[in-house]
Structures are given as C-alpha cells and as structure tokens.
C-alpha cells in the first residue's frame, strides 16, 4: 500500500512541476484540476454530471453482469448452447463495439436507452466468455463424485459449479469495470450529450483543459475505486484459495 501511494504521489508532483511548464491549453496540472473541479461542484455541473453518468453505468454495468453470468453458466454446463453462441459470440466481440453505436441509435434514439445499451454490450462479454470459462474448467473428477452420489444437477450447481467458477467470474467483472466506463464515455460522446462525456467535449471545444480534465480524472478514481472493492470482496469470498497456496 505504501508503494502504490507512493508511485501516486511522484507521478502528481511530476506532473505538477511539468505542466506549470507547459502552455495550459495544451495540459493542465493537478492544483488547477482541482480548483477547477471545485468551481464545477460550486455551479452544479459536476455532481449533475457524475448522477446522469453513474446512472447509465449502473444500470448498463448490472444488466451485462446479471446477463453474461446467467448465459455463461448455461453455456458452459450445456455443449450444444456453448456450440451455438461459439461463433456469434466471437464475431460480436471481435467487432469493435464502436461500430456498431450508430445502429444502436437508430434502433433506441439518442436518449438514455441507447447509452444504456452500448455499457451493457462492453460489460457482457468479459463476463459472459469469463464465467463459461470458469464453468468448463469445474474439475472433472469432482463432477464424477457428485453424480456418483446422486447429486442433482441443481444442488451441484450450488456447491460445486458456481464456487468452483467464482474467481473466474470475478476476473470477468474486474474486466467490465473498465470496460464500462470505457462505454459511458463513448455512449455520451456518440449519443444525446449528457454526463462526464458532456464535460469533456464541451470543455475542449472551448479550449478549458484544466475543467477537462476534471471528468477524466474521476473516471479514473472510479476505476480504481471500483477495482479495490472488488479485490477486497475477492479476497473477502476466497480465503480458502489462499489457505490452499499456503505452504
């Protein structure tokens, strides 16, 4: 923990000491952003921002993650479901979801929908391809001694499939996470202008770097936020896994 603040604060003050050196239409530093960052607290566009943005990325991030773990299960104790997604699954995530923004609009319009769609597609396949993943890798021997006791398949997935796939899943969701923010700007960039990706165009066109950078600065605090919790819930699910390593 110490080194990781540290590098924190060597980076801060290298770019406190280089970009008072730079002009500031072209980089801010970090005592700028953040008087800046406390004018937009004081006139209201930030916390109206960051409400429209968490919204969108809530709902978006909930739907992938409930969707890609509900599929990947299924997918991955089921061949012939795994062998019927195989190919769209691919073809869907190696297309840049970019591309496919302006079909989402012309199909939901430029409202919250459609930004609620474009997260839930950038959340769902890590997830989805994660936990299908985690689930075919359940150890065969031990499926073999739950239906050599007559384990149905519903308790089996209780105590065996789910807990045995949990870590995978939770790499899944540590992917998403990024992977969702990563959406919500791109969703507001390319649909109804709203949210942290509001601030970000409206800023630059008008050459405000320092209110800038602002919303890119807590897009990144939410990120890392976002995956210390889920680190700590990791180490919190899985102590036997660390029992397990312990020599």
Excluded: H
């Amino acid at each position: 923990m110490i080194l990781r603040w540290l590098s924190v604060v060597v980076i801060l003050l290298a770019w406190e000491v280089y970009g008072r050196s730079i002009n500031p239409i072209l980089l801010s530093y970090p005592s700028a952003i953040i008087e800046s960052s406390l004018d937009m607290v004081i006139d209201g566009s930030l916390p109206k921002a960051l409400r429209e943005s968490l919204v969108v990325l809530g709902t978006g991030f909930l739907i992938g993650c409930v969707a890609g773990v509900v599929i990947g299960v299924l997918a991955g104790r089921r061949r012939a479901l795994a062998a019927l997604l195989d190919w769209p699954l691919n073809a869907l995530y190696a297309t840049p979801a970019v591309a496919l923004i302006p079909v989402i609009v012309v199909w939901f319009g430029f409202g919250v929908t459609a930004k609620i769609v474009v997260v839930t597609l950038f959340v769902l396949f890590p997830v989805l391809i994660n936990t299908m993943r985690g689930v075919q890798e359940v150890p065969r021997d031990l499926i073999e001694v739950a239906r050599s006791f007559c384990s149905p398949e519903r308790r089996m997935w209780g105590d065996l499939v789910l807990p045995s796939a949990l870590p995978y899943i939770v790499t899944g969701l540590r992917l998403a996470i990024g992977r969702g923010l990563i959406g919500v700007i791109v969703a507001e960039f390319f649909t109804a202008f709203a949210g942290l990706g509001n601030l970000i165009v409206t800023n630059a066109n008008n050459f405000r770097t320092a209110r800038m950078f602002v919303p890119i600065v807590i897009i990144a605090v939410l990120g890392v936020a976002t995956t210390a919790l889920l680190e700590w819930l990791e180490r919190r699910l899985f102590r036997w896994r660390r029992m397990d390593e312990t020599p």
